[in-house]
């Protein structure tokens, strides 16, 4: 299975600051072929289910912020939140879908500093 | 706007036959793979398996014989038995809609239930 590893744990960012959360899968996720990166981020809010935020690794989904961006190809992978609001804590997860099984990352914890 | 809600029971007792349901609105099953997704407490996510409307499945190994799916596109909604349950198996149960190809796999979901919790207690 491919192993996604995100970092870190969790972060502490003021109000209006940057935010980055890495990822890295042990293989490579981007198909030469279709040209394209196999990686999607999710945010999960206290209580409620994972949100897709984006896919390809830098594709927004419909009406997400365009505070959030996605960077990356091959194994290493970044999730930045440009302007931090309130609203943004969550967990934040990285998924491979290149190959079965899909896996996720563990996780990184944002929290208003 | 398509919306899932799962169905089961909280309480499973060790060794026996977990069974959930899926049902699903606001769209048909037609065209699109469904997954299971399960989240321990405090930890992160799982993909146990998906099913298109053909009743095609594809598993997570990690969970071995021990899952089995199914569907109904006459009732819109589709179901998970987890055989054999041990409190390893304590999670937060969701569903959602996959966006994965029939031939490479499971993709991203973009669409989930709110989850149901399943604990495994004598």
């Known amino acids: 299975d491919i192993v996604m590893t995100q970092s870190p744990d969790s972060l502490a960012v003021s109000l209006g600051e940057r935010a980055t959360i890495n990822c890295k899968s042990s293989?490579?996720?981007?198909?030469?072929?279709?040209?394209?990166?196999?990686l999607a981020w999710y945010q999960q809010k206290a209580g409620q289910p994972p949100k897709l935020l984006i896919s390809?690794?830098?594709t927004r989904e419909s009406g997400v912020p365009d505070r959030f961006s996605g960077r990356g190809s091959g194994t290493d992978f970044a999730l930045t939140i440009s302007t931090l609001q309130a609203e943004d804590v969550a967990v934040y997860y990285c998924?491979?879908?290149?190959?079965?099984?899909?896996?996720f990352g563990g996780g990184t914890k944002v929290e208003i500093k | 706007q398509v919306q899932l809600q799962e169905s089961g029971p909280g309480l499973a007792k060790p060794s026996v036959t977990l069974s959930l349901t899926c049902s699903v609105s606001?769209?048909?099953?037609?065209?699109?793979?469904w997954s299971w997704i399960r989240q321990p407490a405090g930890k992160g996510l799982e993909w146990i398996g998906r099913?298109?409307?053909?009743?095609?499945?594809t598993y997570n190994p990690s969970l071995g014989s021990r899952v089995f799916m199914s569907i109904d596109t006459s009732k819109n909604h589709f179901s998970l038995n987890l055989s054999s349950v041990t409190a390893a198996d304590t999670a937060v149960y969701y569903c959602?809609?996959?966006?994965?190809?029939?031939?490479?796999?499971?993709?991203?979901?973009?669409?989930w239930g709110q989850g149901t919790r399943v604990t495994v207690s004598s």
């Open positions: 959602a809609r996959d966006l994965g190809s029939p031939l490479r796999g499971p993709g991203q979901f973009d669409y």
């Open positions: 606001g769209d048909t099953l037609t065209g699109y793979h």
């Open positions: 293989q490579n996720v981007f198909h030469s072929s279709h040209n394209k990166n196999y």
């Open positions: 099913i298109y409307p053909t009743g095609r499945t």
């Open positions: 998924q491979q879908y290149f190959t079965s099984p899909s896996t």
């Open positions: 390809w690794a830098s």
